[in-house]
């Protein structure tokens, strides 16, 4: 299959939660069972690559691999694997499954191939390992060159992996280091949109021990399609001290756009934190319950230890939270966003900021940008074409340069839209965003970013601001169903 030709967009609206297992088991794409030494020769790079990447990573230069190929005398009759392949595999996720996974993946393909993200960051393998690979095809070397170019990679891992590592396989682009190598997923999140929303599963399964070469195949021959992912830009009152996932990272100080009406007062020092998502950013209520239980799984981990667990918990926090219970002994008039913030958006191929009017009842604000949402949920909804026409609305795709934004007005709502009974409060579709967060009698707000959640202090003087727009360059995913549309 050609790489440099991705499959067409995903409808959001098409998703399915099925499960890995039901797409992988008995047979290939091919319907035939997979050969294991035939496979392991299409994913297996030569021995003297694998060595110069290993080097170069362990020593952070990309010289210190080169030898592998200077010493290694001539390469020329070397063949390049039909479909290398680089894992990582976040250990922790999937409670022990994650790290007998990645050991039953060592023993298949070899150390070399397979990273712990623990140990292994996917800056470092874009920054030295593929750099030298990279720096070896320089030399004229052919094998290495095809290898670069045919490389895909698999990711291991909850959302959040999976967009740390596409992220840094975007900073390729971004250097004019093409091509960008497709990604595939082994789902070890407790959600998982991600890897629904491409064909990839909700869970993972002590049967795939037995399977791993059909999932490896699945990955080397599946069609691809592209993702849209979102720059987002913080822009806060220098001074606080702001704890963020490390999906989010201190930037240089931000230019706030001037065609934009800024209702609060402009501090003299700001301090700035950039990062990317992919699936959703959220504010309100829902990041507070995920705030919640992401803190008590770092201070007690032997209670998150798998992924019913971590559901059960997670329940619990939904109401201990607050969701479900606030509007009992709150007072209704500070329950809303709309208290502390605004919202600008520009539609698509405007050039134009519109002020949106939030629902007073508003608790939770997401922008979502795949059909997955909280473990395979769809709160967008499958809207008929009459009623998209009415609002102005176009069907809902992964790479159409837009996300959907919705409300929950209280925990019951959210119930209800989370069980398919009723959609999310539909506000709009944006190709950019900017919030405005006013402080006031609130001086905390929860956000998160694809799972990854945190405490934004607010101040009562100067606003904070939040800007969304897309990244230019698309991502390109394997679609993990046995569909070779």
Known sequence: MDSSKPEPSMNKTSSKSSSVIDSIKGCTLSGMRVPKEELRRKITMPEYLRFAIRDAMASKDIEAGKHHYEEGGDTSTLVAPESPLVV??????????????????????????????????????????????????????????????????????GDGTVGWVLGCLGELHERGRDPVP????????????????????????????????????????????????????????????????????????????????????????????????????????????????????????????????NKIIYSGYCCKQGWFFTPCINDPGLRGLKNILRMHIKRLNSPNWELINLPANIRS????????????????????????????????????????????????????????????????????IRFELRGGTWRECFMQVDGEPWKQPMNNEYSTFLDIKRVPFQSILVKGENNHS
């Not at 998982?192 to 599963?201: E, K, V």
């Not at 709160?379 to 992964?398: H, I, M, Q, R």
């Not at 989370?418 to 944006?430: E, F, G, P």
Request: hydrophobic share 40%; glycine share 10%; net charge negative.
């Open 182 to 309: 497709p990604t595939a997923i082994i789902p070890l999140g407790t959600g998982n949109d991600l890897s629904r929303s491409f064909g990839w599963g909700g869970s993972f399964s002590i049967k795939w021990k037995k399977a791993i070469k059909r999932v490896l195949d699945r990955a080397i021959n599946a069609p691809l399609a592209r993702l849209d992912s979102w720059n987002l830009v913080i822009s806060m009152p220098a001074g606080a001290q702001l704890d963020t996932p490390y999906a989010l990272k201190q930037t240089e100080e931000v230019v706030l756009d001037k065609d934009l009406e800024i209702e609060g007062h402009l501090p003299k020092e700001v301090s700035c934190y950039q990062g990317v998502f992919y699936n959703y950013f959220s504010i309100g209520m829902d990041a507070q319950v995920a705030y919640g239980f992401h803190q008590l799984r770092n201070e007690k981990p032997y209670l998150a230890h798998g992924r019913i667990a």
């Open 365 to 432: 604000i997401v922008a979502l940008n795949l059909p997955s949402y909280a473990s395979g949920r769809n709160p967008w909804g499958n809207l008929k074409p009459e009623y998209l026409e009415k609002k102005g609305f176009v069907e809902a795709n992964s790479d159409d340069g837009l996300l959907e934004i919705f409300g929950f007005k209280q925990g019951w709502h959210a119930s209800l839209v989370m069980v398919d009974l009723i959609s999310a409060k539909h506000i709009a579709q944006a190709a950019a």
């Open 88 to 157: 990582f595999v976040n250990s922790k996720s999937g409670g022990r499954q994650g790290s007998e996974l990645q050991s039953r993946l060592q023993e298949f393909m070899g150390d070399e191939q397979v990273f712990d993200l623990h140990n292994v960051k996917p800056h470092e393998f874009v920054q030295y390992g593929l750099a030298c690979m990279e720096s070896i095809a320089a030399l004229g070397d052919c094998c290495a060159q095809e290898t670069r170019e045919r490389l895909r990679i698999v990711v291991a891992g």
